[in-house]
């Protein structure tokens, strides 16, 4: 198999380490070590000093395993696999899905939510959301595209890029349109936490269903894209077995110092979660002040959950307005085409400390561009 080239990654590659100001980015800044240690409990202290650099249990760290599930409800950490989140992904597309199967996936998105199905060969149907005052996938939309052999649902809630999150009517509706053609669920939970508004956060897909999956991980809510950590969880130990048996031609185990970070991390999850909301709502009401401020040229559907956003160019062209901006003020920012969206938005990320100084700088820059 070979997926089409990953268009977002390309698009980062070239300007993540060289553009001086990036203003789409859809993590958290990333934790500095120090900061991480010192976060440690003895316990992983412990670990972290005597730590052996040898391989790691191919499923994850036990005492990692036992953490993540702590994060669910009804799940135990035998329903658990780690690996990169990434990683994940390509193993459970290529584990669960044949050639000819078809696929439905939340759209426009991460590209190997749909692409990985591409290249094993299904018919992959794409679920696009409406822009109507908040970004939102209709349950109708999606009932209209399940067929009887629909094997699998691809959703990602909170959304990248939209910050679409549905109301906990909508998600059982979503749920309910899957069971009644069989498909299975694969829910991709990577910015669950960090709603607006901690009352509207769903349930994990694999508290709710026994065959579905959640993946999620340290990249986004925590600051710790660095660690390469992530997880599958699913109450299906037949799914998880063949799953994790792929995982013996990527990976084979994790990184051993990254398991015990990704450890630290979760264990100090209440602190990391409220400090990064309260930074995006920071955020978040800068860049509404800056489109109130310029109406003409922007308009916001405001996200529900997640860190990040679409924001729509009026006059459109984002690709143009991206790559003036990147030439003339150095401020990167990811247009919507390469999502394959249009040409009318550009994405912005919400979880960076400088975030507000960059969103000034892009004003002072707005006149040349
Ligand atoms: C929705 C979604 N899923 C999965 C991933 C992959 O996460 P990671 O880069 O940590 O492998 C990302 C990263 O951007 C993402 O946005």
């Known amino acids: 198999?070979?997926?089409?080239?990953?268009?977002?990654?390309?698009?980062?590659?070239?300007?993540?380490?060289?553009?001086?100001?990036?203003?789409?980015?859809?993590?958290?800044?990333?934790?500095?070590?120090?900061?991480?240690?010192?976060?440690?409990?003895?316990?992983?202290?412990?670990?972290?000093?005597?730590?052996?650099?040898?391989?790691?249990?191919?499923?994850?760290?036990?005492?990692?395993?036992?953490?993540?599930?702590?994060?669910?409800?009804?799940?135990?950490?035998?329903?658990?696999?780690?690996?990169?989140?990434?990683?994940?992904?390509?193993?459970?597309?290529?584990?669960l899905l044949r050639p000819g199967d078809r696929v439905v996936c939340t759209y426009p998105g991460y590209q190997s939510l749909y692409e990985i199905a591409r290249a094993v060969g299904c018919v992959v149907d794409l679920w696009e959301p409406r822009e109507e005052g908040a970004w939102r996938f209709d349950p109708a939309d999606l009932a209209g595209m399940l067929r009887p052999g629909t094997r699998l649902v691809v959703v990602n809630f909170p959304h990248n890029p939209t910050g679409a999150l549905p109301t906990k009517a909508e998600a059982d509706a979503i749920f309910e349109a899957a069971a009644s053609v069989g498909a299975r669920v694969f829910s991709d939970e990577m910015y669950r936490l960090l709603e607006n508004d901690p009352a509207d956060r769903l349930p994990a897909a694999c508290e709710r269903v026994p065959d579905a999956l959640a993946l999620s991980g340290m990249s986004k809510?925590?600051?710790?894209?660095?660690?390469?950590?992530?997880?599958?969880?699913?109450?299906?130990?037949?799914?998880?077995?063949?799953?994790?048996?792929?995982?013996?031609?990527?990976?084979?185990?994790?990184?051993?110092?990254?398991?015990?970070?990704?450890?630290?991390?979760?264990?100090?999850?209440?602190?990391?979660?409220?400090?990064?909301?309260?930074?995006?709502?920071?955020?978040?009401?800068a860049l509404e002040a800056f489109v109130a401020r310029h109406g003409e040229r922007f308009a916001l559907a405001p996200p529900r959950a997640g860190s990040v956003c679409l924001l729509?160019?009026?006059?459109?062209?984002?690709?143009?307005?991206?790559?003036?901006?990147?030439?003339?003020?150095?401020?990167?920012?990811?247009?919507?085409?390469?999502?394959?969206?249009?040409?009318?938005?550009?994405?912005?990320?919400?979880?960076?400390?400088?975030?507000?100084?960059?969103?000034?700088?892009?004003e002072d820059a707005l006149a040349a561009v």
């Open 1 to 95: 198999m070979r997926p089409a080239p990953f268009a977002l990654e390309r698009y980062f590659a070239r300007y993540e380490f060289s553009a001086p100001y990036l203003l789409s980015s859809s993590d958290c800044d990333g934790l500095r070590m120090r900061e991480a240690l010192a976060m440690a409990d003895d316990e992983c202290r412990a670990l972290w000093e005597d730590l052996a650099l040898g391989y790691t249990e191919s499923l994850g760290l036990p005492q990692l395993r036992a953490e993540i599930a702590g994060v669910y409800d009804g799940v135990s950490p035998d329903d658990v696999l780690t690996g990169a989140p990434e990683e994940l992904i390509f193993l459970a597309m290529n584990a």
């Open 221 to 285: 809510v925590f600051g710790m894209a660095g660690v390469r950590i992530g997880w599958l969880v699913t109450r299906d130990a037949g799914a998880l077995q063949s799953i994790a048996e792929l995982k013996d031609y990527t990976t084979i185990c994790s990184s051993a110092p990254s398991e015990v970070l990704a450890l630290i991390g979760l264990r100090a999850r209440a602190a990391l979660v409220e400090r990064h909301r309260a930074r995006i709502a920071r955020n978040l009401a």
């Open 312 to 362: 729509r160019l009026r006059d459109g062209n984002a690709t143009d307005f991206c790559r003036r901006l990147v030439d003339k003020a150095g401020i990167m920012l990811l247009p919507s085409s390469v999502f394959r969206f249009g040409d009318d938005h550009v994405r912005i990320g919400l979880g960076r400390e400088n975030m507000p100084d960059v969103l000034a700088r892009l």
